[in-house]
């Protein structure tokens, strides 16, 4: 995506059309939605009971989850202090969406938009995907390796912002593929996955780098 002389990232009618905000929430919705659909109809298919990986009776898991975005946190922020070109397209990048559609939407709108995002990629990408070719390869060690490795491969090819980014999703994915074959609780990684988001929507400026009101790049 290539950045505007004034260092704006294009518009085009459809941004003039809907606001800033209703825009990335029913992108949200869609999209991300649509992957919960989608997971939904492949297991099926594919005989993956999803509902047998969702366990809401257990309380250790949901603290397991809260303390596990922490590392997550952290190391976002550590990847961001990181002095290369590719760190700077990136925070550019996200500059650009802060600016253009995050800063634009409510408190509920971001919760809605985390929360689809949690659900929608954590129940196609380690519900059905990683379970898929970890029991193909019969659940054991050399399975659950390959299927954590190939899923997360699959889950940063989908966030194909730059390189750097690919990486970063691609090690997310480890982390909560990880988490998940530990508990053995799909909503681990629903729980991280949401709240990771949530809190990287409302705290961006902080934890990219780049300064919060950004109104001012506006002209």
Known sequence: MQESENGNFPQDGMFRMFSPAM??????VMVEGGLA????????????????MIVLD????????VVAIIPMLMFCRFVYLVPLKTVEFTRRF????????????????????????????ELLFRGVIQTAIVEGF??????LI?????????????????????????V??????????????LIVPVIIHTFYNFVVFLAMPQLIGFPRDVRTSDA
């Open 94 to 121: 996200l500059h650009s969406v802060y600016r253009d559609f995050i800063r634009h939407c409510s408190v509920l709108q971001l919760l809605l938009v985390a929360i689809m995002s949690g659900i929608g990629e």
């Open 138 to 143: 019969g659940g054991e060690t050399r399975g």
């Open 23 to 28: 825009m990335l929430t029913q992108s949200a």
């Open 172 to 185: 997310v994915g480890i982390y909560l593929g990880l988490l998940f074959v530990w508990t053995g609780n």
């Open 58 to 65: 257990e309380p250790i898991h949901y603290l397991i989850a």
């Open 37 to 52: 659909v989608l997971a939904i109809v492949i297991a099926w298919f594919a005989g993956i009971s999803l509902r047998e």
């Open 146 to 170: 390959i299927g954590i490795a190939v899923t997360s491969l699959l889950f940063g090819l989908v966030h194909p912002i730059n390189k750097l980014y690919v990486f970063l999703c691609f």
